[in-house]
């Protein structure tokens, strides 16, 4: 929540998952079905900075992945050693404004 006040965007949604708030950590899948629930059938997008965690479940259920590139300000290591493609988002960005360019 510290996060998304701090990038000024809270105000862009209506529902927002807290993992530590909602009783769950990612990667797991409650995190991710209790919007298609809430919302039902749509596209999706999973917009994230930590390859371990962040992007698995949303890319087995079919939802479109942004990772924000780090700029050397990022909480986690993004290591991009990782064998699993699911580990990765399928687009990367370096800031905010190019994921206009995917939505």
């Not at 059938?41 to 087995?60: C, E, H, R, V, W």
Request: charged share 20%; aromatic share 16%.
């Amino acid at each position: 929540r510290n996060k998304l006040e701090a990038l000024g965007i809270m105000h862009y949604f209506s529902e927002i998952i807290i993992s530590e708030e909602f009783g769950s950590e990612k990667p797991h899948i409650n995190n991710y079905k209790h919007f298609e629930d809430v919302f039902g059938s749509a596209q999706y997008y999973y917009i994230g900075d930590n390859l371990k965690k962040d992007f698995i479940t949303p890319n087995k259920l079919g939802w479109i992945t942004i990772c924000l590139k780090d700029n050397g300000l990022n909480i986690h290591n993004q290591n991009t050693n990782l064998e699993n493609k699911l580990y990765y988002a399928e687009y990367t960005v370096s800031n905010f404004y190019e994921i206009n360019s995917i939505i």
